[in-house]
């Protein structure tokens, strides 16, 4: 197996769970976000090769990929809020990054492709709880509009090329290892001045979360049951949360007692969808069901940034 991203949040978490069931791993990243230390142990596995290569910019990767039975694809830029500081980074490393992997993927004859794209393509839905099969609204960040594109683009080789391929839509993921979004940034803030917290709009954007090892064990079993040449799944809870509930879980854990300053509109940036919650009656159906509610993920999450203080530097 190969995977992309392979240092990061997810692609570490799933790196492990591969090599625990006895799979060999091909692991790629250009460490640009992702950190040695999250592959630790895989580096001491027999079964688990690393590759520094960067995918943008990088060489085709074709002749790694020969002989692979699958390649899941993690590695993106996932930083929504700053994208329209940089107009160019979302189409560079998520939708021609993809592209190049699609194409050595073709070339070396892989026939299984699994992707990670994100709750984000269903822009600001009209339809909530969102199912997979919603209309498309207008996008409403580059970063959903890159991961869409790449969506087209691997349903396309698909079908031209016989590829199996699984599209899994994300709500945000938390749980170890986890390194970016507001989870993060408010406990950043807090060990700074455990006095003050400042939350980008008005906190009471409707947020939807998933720990990483229910992730990990909703792509498993897709893959055991999903058969289709085109499988997209929504992967999250059912539910949502307030930010304001989350900033309480946070300091919480935490144990402080800040003054909260909130702003005044329903969002914190450009992009950031005010209401986030997926339907995932097609997950469900396939016996899988989440072990951690949100709120658990999110004081997980917590006590493993407390746990993990190098992590914040």
Same mark, same amino acid.
């Given at each position: 197996?190969?995977?992309?991203?392979?240092?990061?949040? &997810?692609?570490?978490?799933?790196?492990?769970?591969?090599?625990?069931?006895?799979?060999?791993?091909?692991?790629?990243?250009?460490? %640009?976000?992702?950190?040695?230390?999250? /592959?630790?142990?895989?580096?001491?596995?027999?079964?688990?090769?690393? /590759?520094?290569?960067?995918?943008?910019?990088?060489?085709?990767? %074709?002749?790694?990929?020969?002989?692979?039975?699958?390649?899941?694809?993690?590695?993106?830029?996932?930083?929504?809020?700053?994208?329209?500081?940089?107009?160019?980074?979302?189409?560079?490393?998520?939708? *021609?990054?993809?592209?190049?992997?699609?194409?050595?993927?073709?070339?070396?004859?892989?026939?299984?492709?699994?992707?990670?794209?994100?709750? %984000?393509?269903?822009?600001?839905?009209?339809?909530?709880?969102?199912?997979?099969?919603?209309?498309?609204? &207008? !996008?409403?960040?580059?970063?959903?509009?890159?991961?869409?594109?790449?969506?087209?683009?691997?349903?396309?080789?698909?079908?031209?090329?016989?590829? !199996?391929?699984? &599209?899994?839509?994300?709500?945000?993921?938390?749980?170890?290892?986890?390194?970016?979004?507001?989870?993060?940034?408010?406990?950043? !803030?807090?060990?700074?001045?455990?006095?003050?917290?400042?939350?980008?709009?008005?906190?009471?954007?409707?947020?939807?979360?998933?720990?990483?090892?229910?992730?990990?064990?909703?792509?498993?079993?897709?893959?055991?049951?999903?058969?289709?040449?085109?499988? &997209?799944?929504?992967?999250?809870?059912?539910?949502?949360?307030?930010?304001?509930?989350?900033?309480?879980?946070?300091?919480?854990?935490?144990?402080?007692?800040?003054?909260?300053?909130?702003?005044?509109?329903?969002?914190?940036?450009?992009?950031?969808?005010?209401?986030?919650?997926?339907?995932?009656?097609?997950?469900?159906?396939?016996?899988?069901?989440?072990?951690?509610? *949100?709120?658990?993920?999110?004081?997980?999450?917590? !006590?493993? /940034?407390?746990?993990?203080?190098?992590?914040?530097?």
């Amino acid at each position: 197996m190969v995977v992309t991203g392979a240092a990061g949040f &997810i692609g570490s978490n799933l790196v492990d769970s591969l090599l625990s069931q006895g799979i060999e791993v091909l692991g790629i990243d250009n460490f %640009s976000t992702g950190r040695m230390e999250f /592959l630790s142990e895989a580096l001491k596995h027999p079964k688990f090769t690393l /590759l520094r290569e960067d995918l943008y910019f990088g060489e085709d990767l %074709s002749n790694a990929f020969v002989g692979m039975d699958a390649v899941f694809h993690l590695a993106a830029n996932a930083d929504v809020r700053f994208g329209p500081d940089h107009p160019a980074r979302d189409l560079e490393q998520n939708t *021609i990054a993809t592209h190049k992997v699609l194409e050595a993927v073709r070339i070396a004859g892989v026939k299984n492709f699994i992707f990670s794209s994100t709750g %984000s393509v269903y822009g600001e839905a009209e339809v909530i709880p969102t199912p997979e099969n919603a209309p498309f609204p &207008i !996008q409403t960040s580059l970063y959903g509009a890159s991961k869409l594109a790449c969506e087209g683009l691997i349903a396309a080789y698909a079908e031209s090329f016989g590829i !199996q391929v699984w &599209i899994f839509r994300f709500v945000s993921i938390l749980g170890p290892r986890y390194t970016h979004g507001h989870v993060y940034d408010f406990y950043q !803030q807090l060990m700074k001045d455990p006095k003050r917290l400042t939350v980008l709009g008005n906190g009471h954007q409707k947020k939807s979360y998933l720990h990483v090892t229910d992730c990990i064990r909703a792509i498993n079993v897709s893959l055991e049951k999903s058969l289709k040449p085109v499988n &997209i799944i929504n992967l999250g809870v059912d539910g949502y949360c307030e930010v304001r509930d989350s900033v309480g879980w946070i300091t919480s854990e935490m144990g402080v007692n800040p003054e909260i300053s909130y702003g005044k509109e329903s969002k914190g940036w450009i992009g950031d969808n005010p209401l986030i919650h997926l339907d995932t009656k097609r997950i469900l159906n396939m016996g899988w069901k989440p072990k951690f509610t *949100i709120e658990e993920g999110v004081r997980d999450t917590v !006590q493993y /940034l407390i746990s993990n203080p190098d992590l914040s530097k």
